[in-house]
């Protein structure tokens, strides 16, 4: 049990966890929009693994990619979508209460560290300046290395469901 109890808490610090939330405005007629042009990226980390040219160059050629394989065509003056994006991480520490001691009638104290990072992709009208497309991306790992090397499939997962349905 006493075994079971910490592998479960070691698994619990070393998978990392990847989310994605899409929003957009339901009114739209996505393909309408035909050029993008990328702007305004910015890096928010105290971390030098996150905060520096070479990884604002990989989400931006991540999000080329995507936006290529969606049909999209970059441009540099009058693009039908303007796409931004913010790339934070933040050190976080969570305290877990785990059986222990015979037949696990005790608890102990494991604290884990993480860093959790945050990607906000922003599809915007370029005509009207109104958000019209936004995907959050969420990650966590035991480094900030660790979220940089899953930026490719954040932002590909992102795009799986774009452009969206209409409901």
């Not at 065509?73 to 222990?100: C, F, K, M, W």
């Amino acid at each position: 049990m006493k075994k079971l109890s910490l592998l479960l808490a070691l698994a619990a610090v070393t998978l990392p966890a990847q989310k994605v939330h899409e929003e957009f405005d339901a009114s739209i007629d996505f393909s309408k929009y035909k050029t993008y042009a990328i702007r305004n990226g910015r890096i928010r980390s105290k971390h030098p693994a996150l905060d520096n040219s070479l990884v604002q160059k990989k989400i931006e050629n991540a999000l080329r990619t995507q936006l290529s394989a969606k049909g999209l065509q970059e441009v540099s003056d009058q693009p039908d979508l303007v796409v931004t994006y913010v790339l934070g991480a933040i050190d976080r520490r969570e305290v877990d209460l785990v059986p222990a001691g015979w037949r696990g009638l005790r608890t102990r104290r494991v604290a884990r560290r993480y860093t959790q990072g945050a990607m906000v992709i922003d599809l915007r009208d370029a005509q009207k300046r109104e958000l019209i497309w936004r995907a959050t991306c969420t990650d966590t790992g035991n480094n900030p290395s660790k979220i940089e090397e899953h930026l490719d499939k954040d932002v590909k997962k992102a795009f799986e469901k774009y452009p969206p349905k209409k409901r």
